[in-house]
């Protein structure tokens, strides 16, 4: 199975604040990658797949790059609405896998 | 409006059984794979398992955690997706999601994932 590891596990960042989470693949998987994100209580949303293709309604404001084990999800002028925990997907082969999750807290 | 409204979770004991399911609406069910994802309490969100559309013979995929035990089913006349659940053990203690799975079209596979349910509570405890 292919293991999805993201760091860090935590940030704090401030509002305005530009964050960068990391997703490493435990083998190559092309562009196979996704972004969730996930506010307590709620279910995930879908922000990117496909490495860095944007989901319908997400603002540009996320972007994602990286192809073969090494991705990233950047967040350009954090908002309050944007705290919550990001997670990675790979959808390229059987099973599926999320990365551990990425808690973006407020400084 | 895509709509899943997913039901059924409850309170099992070890070794039982429970079926759970999940009703879509506002667009071609029978068009879309569909998957369900489940979050323990606190942990983070595990694939659970998947059923392709009609084209594809109902084919399913299935995380080893629950390979043997769980089955995905689906009734494109009723747009509802449906998870059994047997010899449940404690640590299937999760939210479980059904999601929007992606589906095939002629220019290539369209990622899903686009689209959740509020979840429903399956609890594994004596």
């Known amino acids: 199975d292919i293991q999805m590891t993201q760091s860090p596990s935590s940030l704090s960042a401030s509002v305005g604040d530009r964050v960068t989470i990391t997703c490493r693949a435990s083998q190559d998987i092309n562009n196979f990658l996704a972004w969730f994100q996930q506010k307590p209580g709620k279910a995930p949303k879908s922000l990117i797949y496909a490495a860095s293709t944007l989901q319908s309604g997400v603002p540009s404001k996320f972007s994602g790059s990286g192809s073969g084990t090494d991705f990233t999800l950047t967040i350009t002028n954090l908002q309050p609405e944007d705290f919550a925990t990001y997670y990675c997907q790979h959808f390229g082969s059987y099973p599926l896998t999320f990365g551990g999750g990425t808690k973006v807290e407020i400084k | 409006e895509v709509r899943l409204v997913e039901s059924g979770g409850d309170l099992v004991q070890p070794g039982g059984s429970l079926r759970v399911s999940c009703v879509a609406s506002?667009?071609?069910?029978?068009?879309?794979?569909m998957d369900w994802v489940r979050q323990a309490p606190g942990k983070g969100l595990e694939w659970v398992g998947r059923v392709r559309d009609k084209a594809n013979n109902y084919t399913t995929e299935y995380a080893a955690s629950v390979k043997g035990r769980f089955t995905i089913s689906r009734d494109d006349l009723k747009n509802s997706l449906f998870l059994q659940l047997n010899s449940l053990k404690t640590e299937d203690t999760a939210v479980y999601y059904c999601?929007?799975?992606?589906?095939?079209?002629?220019?290539?596979?369209?990622?899903?994932?686009?689209?959740w349910g509020q979840g429903t509570l399956v609890t594994v405890s004596s």
């Open positions: 999601t929007r799975g992606g589906r095939q079209t002629r220019s290539g596979y369209i990622y899903g994932f686009d689209s």
């Open positions: 506002g667009f071609t069910f029978s068009d879309h794979y």
